[in-house]
């Protein structure tokens, strides 16, 4: 039996090695009755395409790329095979800013490799005019002032810089081009001085004068100047600065950015001399037509365990002021200024962004330093909170940036937190900062949607405008209708629709006219604000009437009575314009050629619109207690009551209709639901007035089905005599019908 078993097994073995001499595992092949591994990188050259290198494994292979180079795909693999079907790309190690080339240096890639050159204005060490990072070369500086012949002409000096030189006039001269510095060969000269002082600005250009002014408040950052003699200096600076940026729409972007530097250096340096010694703690604050200055300072003694966030009109800034004076001896100080016309001279398109995104600067330019200090690094990163003084777009992005040189840029900066009115920035350093936001230069596809709406609205509003304005003009009303202020109404909101209508659609047209922009914001505030004022007459109107319930028979007396009304009704809105504009000249024209939200000017509308609003709801009211106490007298006149009543209906109406959309406007920024909202109500106040006082009016009905009728049958029209036995009247009993 042990025999039987031990046969049996080698007879198993037998068959289980020709079971696996018949087929060989991938990655061999057959030979001589035995499995040999197959090396794939002898058998086949190119397996692994070009630029990479083939390594054979038991039973298998892998590929790598050359130095180099490296593997394309999403998630390229280290090690990869023919059957992944990846190839080995150029790595370009010139992207990506790391500046491999060392300073002053600029990369030139090549295939599997790259080299380098010096930028111009340096040349290598070695004299080599191309090389690479192993060589150990270094880009050194060429004085052009002295290698490079450079003539700045007479009275002015060359100056070498890292990379280049210019050219500066020698004391008592400035440049006739009004810039500080300059390059030879530009045909400019150096001119005495005295030709710019203060009392020739009005005799010469704005740089010229501007540049006085800088050379006059250079190197006073030492000194300790009163606030009188800095603030003064300032509005001098920056009115010429303003003018400088609104007579040079054709100027350069860097003939901008150089003038914003100086202005910003000039200015950090004038604020820094209120800066004075102190034991404990003071601040130092103004506030400019321009520029606004918060100067805080701290003294080895200081009981405060922090100092208090410093606010300006659109900004605020907390900064660990007592940290920073651990490091520099329990002294220092901080300069905070918020300008209100830098972003002239500092544009948003100074930040970077491509060619279907557009920057818009979301807040006020401000500067934050550290005058006199020592130690200017940070204990704890600084937070600043921005007010937007422009219109949030949600599908925007918003970036806080800082200034250097001729760009806005992040680096150090982030946003914390931001909605549709404010927004939180820290950064890691000090410097000017701002919020730009970037948005598409396309509209999306729920703007063009909210435009048309806009469009029609807007459209069908004007026509029924148009229809109640004829209704109420042209045809013979009773002497009991006194429809004047309605007229009024219509003409005022008419107008104001047909020209806000036009405005929006020729709006990149008349934005190139900064003026013509301010006019009709100026024209529109007027506009709207004379409809709610004839609303408020017309009720003063109804309320009369209800107190005396008699009707005037005089008509010179009407005629007197409704001119009188027209001056008020019109004279009332002027003033207001009037006044607002004189207040804050700059106040009209934003970009949407509309009333400006900075300093609150928005008020100038919305506050005279609060106050007819809630005057309104008190007549209202008095009207209500009138009528009730009329109803309780019997012999009082019943028919002139329900006539009154009815009016009075009519007139609550269109205080809701014309009124309550503007309150609707409060709240727009929130929701875009409200947004549409209030797009449809405040477009169509024309078709809601034409309901009440048209449509609603049995015998205004009646006389336009008989227009209608005898258009469509080719007939003459009767004359329409619409009287108030059958207007008012007929309108109460249509109304108790229902």
């Not at 005629?559 to 004189?582: D, E």
């Amino acid at each position: 039996m042990r025999r039987v078993y031990l046969l049996s097994l080698g007879l198993l073995f037998v068959v289980i090695e020709e079971i696996i001499m018949q087929d060989c595992l991938a990655g061999y092949n057959k030979q001589k009755g035995k499995c040999v591994e197959i090396d794939e990188c002898e058998r086949e050259l190119l397996v692994c395409g070009e630029n990479a290198n083939c390594f054979n494994t038991a039973g298998s292979y892998y590929c790598q790329c050359h130095g180099g180079f490296r593997a394309e795909g999403n998630k390229p693999p280290f090690n990869f095979t023919q059957a992944d079907g990846i190839q080995c790309k150029d790595i370009d190690e010139c992207v990506g800013g790391s500046n491999i080339c060392g300073p002053n240096a600029e990369c030139i890639n090549n295939e599997g490799d790259f080299a380098c050159k010096c930028r111009s204005g340096f040349t290598a060490n070695n004299g080599m005019l191309i090389f690479v990072v192993r060589q150990g070369v270094q880009c050194v500086d060429i004085n052009d002032c002295v290698d490079g012949n450079i003539d700045c002409g007479s009275d002015a000096i060359c100056v070498n810089t890292e990379g280049g030189y210019y050219c500066t006039c020698e004391s008592g001269f400035i440049s006739s081009s009004g810039n500080r510095t300059f390059l030879a060969g530009l045909d400019i000269q150096c001119v005495d001085s005295k030709i710019a002082s203060q009392e020739g600005c009005t005799n010469h250009t704005s740089k010229v004068c501007l540049e006085s002014l800088l050379e006059q408040t250079e190197n006073i950052k030492d000194k300790e100047l009163p606030l009188d003699t800095v603030t003064s200096l300032l509005n001098m600076v920056l009115d010429a600065a303003v003018n400088i940026s609104e007579s040079s729409s054709s100027a350069k972007p860097n003939e901008l950015a150089s003038y914003g530097n100086r202005v910003l250096k000039n200015n950090e340096e004038l604020v820094s001399t209120l800066v004075k010694p102190t034991n404990t703690s003071a601040n130092v604050s103004f506030t400019l037509d321009d520029v606004e200055g918060r100067v805080f300072m701290v003294g080895p003694h200081v009981t405060l365990g922090q100092i208090p966030r410093l606010h300006t009109t659109n900004c605020s800034i907390d900064i660990d002021l007592i940290g920073i004076a651990k490091n520099n001896n329990e002294t220092t100080a901080v300069v905070f200024l918020g300008y209100n016309t830098m972003e002239n001279l500092l544009k948003a398109d100074f930040f970077y962004s491509t060619n279907d995104t557009v920057n818009t600067m979301m807040s006020s330019v401000i500067s934050v330093t550290l005058p006199k200090t020592t130690n200017t690094a940070l204990s704890k990163p600084v937070n600043f909170t921005f007010r937007h003084i422009r219109g949030f777009d949600s599908s925007g992005s918003m970036h806080c940036v800082y200034w250097k040189i001729s760009e806005w840029i992040v680096d150090g900066c982030s946003v914390l937190n931001t909605n549709r009115s404010f927004t939180v920035c820290s950064c890691v350093h000090l410097s000017t900062f701002a919020l730009i936001m970037q948005t598409s230069s396309h509209p999306s596809e729920n703007d063009s949607l909210l435009n048309v709406l806009n469009v029609v609205c807007v459209i069908v509003g004007l026509l029924f405008f148009s229809l109640a304005l004829l209704t109420f003009a042209f045809c013979q009303w009773g002497p009991g209708v006194n429809n004047v202020a309605r007229i009024n109404i219509c003409i005022s909101l008419l107008l104001a629709h047909l020209l806000f209508l036009l405005t929006q659609q020729f709006l990149s047209l008349i934005r190139r006219q900064q003026m013509l922009c301010e006019v009709i914001s100026g024209l529109l505030h007027f506009l709207f604000l004379s409809g709610f004022v004839w609303m408020f007459i017309e009720a003063v109107l109804l309320f009369i009437c209800v107190k005396n319930l008699s009707q005037i028979s005089s008509q010179k007396r009407n005629v007197l009575r409704n001119i009188f009304l027209c001056v008020i009704g019109y004279a009332v809105a002027l003033v207001v314009v009037g006044i607002s504009a004189a207040v804050v000249p700059k106040g009209y024209g934003s970009e949407k050629c509309w009333i400006k939200m900075d300093k609150g000017f928005i008020w100038s509308f919305l506050g005279p619109v609060t106050v007819i609003l809630a005057l309104n709801v008190i007549l209202f009211i008095g009207i209500g207690v009138s009528l009730k106490s009329a109803f309780k007298k019997l012999n009082s006149d019943v028919s002139q009551l329900n006539q009154t009543k009815i009016i009075m209906f009519k007139t609550l109406a269109q205080f809701v209709v014309l009124g309550c959309s503007w309150i609707l406007g409060f709240f727009t920024n929130s929701s875009k639901v409200l947004e549409i909202l209030f797009l449809i109500l405040n477009s169509q106040q024309g078709t809601f007035i034409f309901l009440i006082y048209c449509v609603l009016n049995k015998g205004i009905r009646q006389e336009y089905r008989k227009l209608f009728t005898s258009l469509y049958c080719g007939l003459k029209p009767k004359n329409i005599n619409w009287t108030s036995e059958n207007t008012e009247d007929s309108t109460i009993q249509g109304l108790q019908m229902k």
